[in-house]
């Protein structure tokens, strides 16, 4: 069965780089949700669509953009890297009133 | 916002021992899932149990909402079922914003 595609798996970029991830959700989802994971944490929910609008908000810095594109794929924006944002993003998709959210398998994002 | 607790932290095995890991919640929820993270970081979907008992395998799961609380039950440990834990609720609708609780990082030795 297909599952949530998060490309790239690796990225490694520079303080006050941008970085951008993409997700695909499985098919027929409606729905995307952005987790960052620091190190030794637990999943933080930043932010979700729904139908290409956004659904809820967590906490994501003001330098994070994320937007759901027609074809409901989800790219997030990182602007003006920190150290800090080094973590393991997580995308996941559902059905709008699903029963559960499924996860891809994570980008990994190194800042130095 | 609602609070997850998870216990205990952390769980060293033997090959074959079984396990119960819990999962306290403060508030009534409508989604509780349970997830496993392996050493590779990949989330893995274990169960959708806002209630009820379901059973998968080695795997069953428990939740008591009225109490809320879950359990996870593994059966005969086996070394890949070694790796973080974790349990997320949500009191919206289907799969929202979920959060997360601490984990447990359970060790299998051979």
């Known amino acids: 069965a297909a599952g949530v595609i998060q490309s790239p798996r690796h990225l490694i970029k520079e303080k006050r780089e941008t970085a951008t991830l993409k997700c695909y959700p499985i098919p027929r989802h409606d729905t995307v949700y952005w987790y960052q994971q620091g190190p030794g944490q637990d999943p933080q929910f930043l932010i979700s669509?729904?139908?290409?609008?956004?659904?809820d908000k967590g906490s994501i810095p003001d330098r994070f953009s994320a937007q759901q594109f027609s074809d409901y794929h989800s790219e997030l924006n990182m602007s003006s890297l920190e150290l800090g944002d080094s973590a393991l993003y997580f995308c996941?998709?559902?059905?709008?009133?699903?029963?559960?959210?499924?996860f891809g398998q994570g980008t990994r994002l190194t800042v130095v | 916002g609602i609070q997850v607790e998870q216990s205990p932290p952390d769980l060293i095995l033997q090959e074959g021992a079984n396990s119960t890991l819990r999962c306290n919640f403060s508030?009534?929820?409508?989604?509780l899932q349970w997830f496993h993270q392996n050493p590779w970081g990949q989330l893995i979907n274990l169960f959708y149990i806002p209630s009820g008992t379901k059973q998968n395998g080695r795997l069953s799961a428990t939740t008591v909402a009225t109490e809320r609380y879950s359990l996870l039950y593994i059966s005969s440990s086996q070394t890949t079922d070694s790796g973080v834990y974790f349990c997320a609720v949500d009191r919206g609708q289907g799969a929202q914003k979920l959060v997360f609780g601490q984990g447990t990082r359970l060790t299998i030795n051979p």
């Open positions: 669509f729904y139908e290409k609008m956004q659904s």
């Open positions: 508030d009534s929820v409508n989604n």
């Open positions: 996941a998709s559902s059905l709008a009133g699903g029963l559960s959210a499924f």
